[in-house]
Each structure stands twice: as C-alpha cells, then as structure tokens.
C-alpha cells in the first residue's frame, strides 16, 4: 500500500508540474506577482494530493516572526517537500537555485519565470560575486530571497555544514535573516521514493538583525537557531 499511494501522489505531481510550468512559460506579459500567483497553484495541489494519496500534511509555527520588508530566508534543506510548500506561507520571494536548472525543457522555462537567482556553482569566487549582486537587486526590489544554507539536500538527523553565501548578502546589503526549521526529512527522506504519513513541523525564527555584523557572526546566529529547534522537533528515522 505505501508504494501503490506513493506511485499515486508521484504520478499527480509529475503531471502537474508539467501543467503549471508549461503556463507559466506563456507569462512573461504579466508582472513577476502575476506570474508568482499563478506558480501557487503547484504546491496547492500537491500538498493536498500528498494528504490525500499519502496522509502527510504540515503545521507552520512562527508566520507571526516574518517582517513586513524584504529578507533574506535561510532554511534547513533536507527534501523535496519544503521546495514545494514554501510558496503558500511565505511572502512572494525568488529562490537561490544552480543555474543548470533552467535549462531543463519546459521545467527551466517555467521556473525562470519567477525571476530565481540563479548561480553558476562551478565558477568558484565568482558564484558568490554572482549572489551579492542578483541577490541586492531583488532585496532593493522588496523581494525576497530564499537560500538553502546547506547548499543540497540532507540526510535527516545528520551533521551539515553550513555555507556563507546567505550570510554574506545579509552583511553586505544589511536586510535581516529569517531563519527556518523543519523535520520534513523524516517523512519525506532524501532520495526516497516513499512518503511516510504524519505532520511535518515547520518553525519560523525572529527575524536576526545583520547591521553591523560580520558574515560569520550571521551564519553562527543562523545555525545556532536552526539547530537548537531541529534537536526539538525531532524525528522518527523511518529510512530504518
């Protein structure tokens, strides 16, 4: 039964990933907020389709903490699932992501639409430059930004290390980071086809104040908070 409701949930995700992407290929005439209402309807299906097919659903604490200006998200990374849901509780934000992805068919074309900040992993000092610049561009826009820290997804319950990028645009243009727990690797693991019913738990810090503080103090801050919520939400390792 887990495998037939996990073929079920990944057979609406795919088909509606191709629907949502393939619209919004066709809107660039709107403006990005346009554009970014219309990418909602993917994970509002999904997540409905994912209780339904799966019995997983989320609970998102701390909306109260998101402050009304532009800020910088950072995010624990340890599935696929907090890629999808981020769209419904969080203010309209572009997203961090390796440039390689834009140019898959049809999927790229979509989520270029929505204005990403997209990096070129491989060219060493120079993706950081690249950060600091797109990313100061959006913030000074009102946008928001959100970045994985840990750079790719994680196995849950594991040790990570945490890079700077995001705390080095939080020292640079000054905006305030919002950091954001979850224990969605537990019952949607890394690399695994099957989904493990329950309730993910989301956390959103107070937002850091980054006046004045270097890049490493920030990421401290950052990882700090993440951390200490990931040892209270807690887990059952299904992968076992």
């Known amino acids: 039964m887990p495998t037939l409701r996990s073929i079920l949930f990944w057979t609406g995700f795919y088909i509606s990933t191709i ?13 990005f907020r346009g554009r970014y209402a219309i990418s909602r309807g993917w994970p509002m299906f999904n997540l409905w389709w994912l209780k339904i097919t799966c019995g997983l659903n989320f609970k998102v604490n ?8 532009a800020v910088i998200f950072m995010s624990k990374h ?16 572009v997203w961090v ?17 929505l204005n ?17 610049s797109k990313g100061r561009k959006k913030l000074d826009a009102g946008i928001n930004i959100v970045i994985f820290p840990e750079g ?4 849950a319950g594991e040790p990570t290390k945490y890079r700077p990028g995001g705390a080095v ?15 969605a690797g537990y019952y949607w693991p890394k690399g695994q086809f099957h989904k ?14 980054t006046k004045d503080k270097s890049a490493s103090q920030i990421l401290k801050e950052t990882e700090t908070w993440i951390e200490d919520q990931m040892k209270i939400l807690g887990g059952r390792d299904f992968s076992n």
């Open 19 to 31: 629907l949502v992407t393939s619209i919004l290929t066709i809107s660039f005439v709107l403006p």
């Open 62 to 69: 701390g909306v109260e903490n998101i402050p009304d200006e």
């Open 78 to 93: 340890q599935s696929t699932w907090e890629t999808i849901t981020y769209q419904l509780f969080l203010p309209p934000s």
């Open 97 to 113: 992501i390796k440039r390689e992805l834009l140019w898959i068919p049809i999927f790229g074309w979509g989520v270029a639409m």
């Open 116 to 132: 990403p900040v997209a990096i070129n992993r491989s060219s060493g000092k120079k993706s950081l430059q690249q950060l600091i």
């Open 152 to 155: 790719t997804r994680t196995t």
């Open 169 to 183: 645009l939080a020292a640079k243009t000054g905006h305030k980071v919002v950091p954001i727990a979850h224990n």
């Open 196 to 209: 493990h019913p329950g309730t993910i738990q989301v956390v959103i810090g107070p937002a850091i104040e």
